[in-house]
Every structure is written in structure tokens, then in C-alpha cells.
């Protein structure tokens, strides 16, 4: 079985830019989350979606937002980019207590 | 004070060696704790959840002391494959998928 695929793997943006970062969680999961990771950082909290409903919001800007589609896939849009904006964004997925993370979206913004 | 604060490391040890981190929360209604690893440019994994009584697995133990709001990993035994950033996890709030990582240790175990 197919783990949990993001997209793009690597990116590279400018300053003001908009992005947008795709997740496709383990085959019946309903849950996803976000985690921005920054260089020698943990993950941090962005967002939880289950059913298609945002279930948790961690603290960040509205420049950052998510929606979850009925076939739980995700995107997560990050409007007018800043250089600290550069973080590895880490989607995972969830059925019960446990996190299946993906191998990450790597946004550099120059 | 951050909410989960862990061993600055890197911690670097021979094979055979044993290893301990530890890990302290601030949320004293904390109720979920965790274990994850990371490999280098990796997404990080469940290595244990951590349970009140302690909880073992092969060389691995996971310690948890709610009344200091501490939590450790002990290894025992280091591979070369253990070698990796150990972050210590808390859950936050009610929401399944919010988890509070620490900054994580680096473990580098050598030959």
C-alpha cells in the first residue's frame, strides 16, 4: 500500500509569491495534518483536517490555509512567501493514534 | 518556556553504548507522548508512544514521570543504525493531529 505522497518534492519560490503543497493520505485515513519543519527546527503544527473540516489550527499566519477534498487528499496554500517561509511542510495522515507522515514538500523561497 | 524541551545533544557514542535522552513538557494536561525518529532529510517516524507504567520494546525504553512532566528514552546496545534525531512528542490540545515536537537530539553512533 501507498504511503502518504506529497507534492511537489522540491520547490523553489521568490519573495510575495503564492505556493501550493499536495497531500494524499494512506488509503482510508481521514485525517491529515500539516507540520512546517525549519532547518534544525521539530515540526510544527500548521493544520488539521478531518472529514473535511479543520479540526486544529497551530500558530500561524493567514497567509497559510488548507482545505481537505472528499477523497481526503489536502493542499496547503501559502500566500505572499517570505524567506522564513523556507521549511520542509510535512503532511501526515491518521486512522487512529497514529501519524504516517510523508516524505515532505522542501520550499525554498529566495 | 517552550512546551516540550528536550537534551540539546549531539550526542555522540560508540556502538554497544547506551544512551539516554530526556525530555521535559510544559502542559501539565499533556495526555499522549511519543517517541519519533528522524533520519537526515527523512520524515520522522513513530519509534514508541510512551506510556505512564513504562513501556519496552527490544533495546528501546520509554520513561514517563507525569509529577515532573519528564519523559526519557533509554537505548541500549547502540547500532550504527540508530544514528538519527530523536524528538520527544507531546499531544496538544483535543485535536488528534496537533503534536508539539521538541527540537529533537542528534544521536550519532560510530564503529
Known amino acids: 500500500d501507498a504511503g502518504v505522497t506529497q507534492s511537489p518534492t522540491h520547490l523553489i519560490k521568490t519573495r510575495g509569491q503564492h505556493v501550493t503543497l499536495r497531500c494524499s493520505p494512506i488509503s482510508g485515513h481521514k485525517s491529515v495534518s500539516w507540520y512546517q519543519q525549519v532547518l534544525g527546527q521539530g515540526p510544527q503544527f500548521i493544520f488539521q483536517?478531518?472529514?473535511?473540516?479543520?479540526?486544529g489550527r497551530g500558530n500561524f499566519p493567514d497567509r497559510f490555509s488548507a482545505r481537505q477534498f472528499p477523497n481526503y487528499s489536502s493542499e496547503l496554500n501559502v500566500n505572499a512567501l517570505l524567506l522564513g517561509d523556507s521549511a520542509l511542510y510535512l503532511c501526515?495522515?491518521?486512522?487512529?493514534?497514529?501519524?504516517?507522515f510523508g516524505e515532505g514538500s522542501r520550499l525554498t523561497v529566495l | 518556556r517552550k512546551e516540550v524541551e528536550q537534551d540539546p545533544g549531539p550526542f555522540n557514542v560508540p556502538e554497544g553504548a547506551t544512551v539516554a535522552f530526556n525530555c521535559t513538557y510544559s502542559?501539565?494536561?499533556?495526555?499522549?507522548f511519543f517517541w519519533y525518529r528522524q533520519d537526515c532529510r527523512k520524515e520522522p517516524k513513530l519509534l514508541m508512544s510512551?506510556?505512564?507504567s513504562g513501556n519496552e520494546d527490544g533495546r528501546f525504553t520509554a520513561q514517563l514521570n507525569r509529577a515532573s512532566q519528564y519523559i526519557s528514552l533509554l537505548i541500549r546496545d547502540s547500532k550504527l543504525s540508530d544514528s538519527a534525531t530523536y524528538l520527544c512528542?507531546?499531544?496538544?490540545?483535543?485535536?488528534?493531529?496537533?503534536?508539539?515536537f521538541g527540537k529533537g537530539t542528534k544521536l550519532s553512533v560510530k564503529p
Open positions: 502542559n501539565s494536561a499533556s495526555q499522549s
Open positions: 510512551v506510556y505512564s
Open positions: 501526515a495522515s491518521a486512522i487512529t493514534g497514529e501519524l504516517f
Open positions: 512528542v507531546t499531544q496538544g490540545g483535543r485535536s488528534q493531529g496537533n503534536l508539539i
Open positions: 483536517y478531518y472529514e473535511k473540516e479543520e479540526r
